[in-house]
């Protein structure tokens, strides 16, 4: 099993700020087969990127993936108030992992 | 509209069975792979089971093999996941899921339902 570890915890941003959220797999992704979610209180995970680097269907630009192998980074450019949620990365190169999540809140 | 609908969810007694169903609309049912995942409170999403859009193919994670059966009606547009022998562990809201159809094989989920609650508790 692919173990998926995310950092930080914890991502303390203001609106307007760029956040950075990482993903980190315990051996290398096949074809980059990570994806990476949102999910707000009360919700069902959104897919947002597939493929490592696409974006998913009515996703904004200012969300954007990157990486390969054991890495991976979700980028969104400029932080709008409904950006604040969990974040998760899954691959699903082999049997489907997730990973623990990013908690982006609101400095 | 793409909706997915869950039930069948409620509370169980240690060792005792649960069917879950899935109730598609607004997409062809029989073009697309679909999975069941699970979040216990607070954690986060547990892939649990997948199917082939015709039904010959089902996978499982570990931790669900050989106690759940996922299974679909193409005919009623549902999904199915049967569930036995079930442990504190299995405590958890349970997702259906559509792949997206990009690839072959294990896929990313576009579509989530809102989700049915099983809690496993004497």
């Known amino acids: 099993e692919i173990v998926l570890t995310q950092s930080p915890g914890t991502l303390s941003l203001s609106p307007g700020e760029r956040a950075t959220l990482s993903c980190r797999a315990s051996q290398s992704v096949t074809s980059n087969y990570l994806a990476w979610y949102q999910q707000k209180p009360g919700q069902a995970p959104r897919l947002l990127i597939y493929g490592a680097s696409s974006r998913a269907t009515g996703i904004p630009d200012r969300f954007s993936g990157s990486g390969s192998g054991t890495d991976f980074t979700l980028t969104i450019s400029r932080l709008e108030p409904e950006d604040f949620a969990v974040y998760y990365c899954q691959q699903y190169g082999s049997s489907p992992t997730f990973g623990q999540g990013t908690k982006l809140e609101i400095k | 509209e793409v909706q997915l609908l869950e039930s069948g969810g409620g509370l169980v007694q240690p060792g005792g069975s649960l069917r879950l169903s899935c109730a598609a609309s607004g997409f062809t049912f029989i073009n697309y792979d679909m999975n069941w995942v699970r979040q216990a409170p607070g954690k986060g999403p547990e892939w649990v089971s997948a199917i082939s859009r015709s039904g010959d193919y089902t996978y499982y994670a570990d931790s669900v093999k050989g106690r759940f059966t996922i299974s679909r009606d193409n005919s009623k547009n549902t999904l199915y996941l049967q569930m036995n022998s079930l442990r504190a562990e299995d405590t958890a809201l349970y997702y259906c899921?559509?792949?997206?159809?990009?690839?072959?094989?294990?896929?990313?989920?576009?579509?989530w339902g809102h989700g049915t609650m099983v809690t496993v508790s004497s």
């Open positions: 899921a559509k792949e997206p159809g990009y690839i072959i094989g294990y896929d990313a989920f576009d579509i």
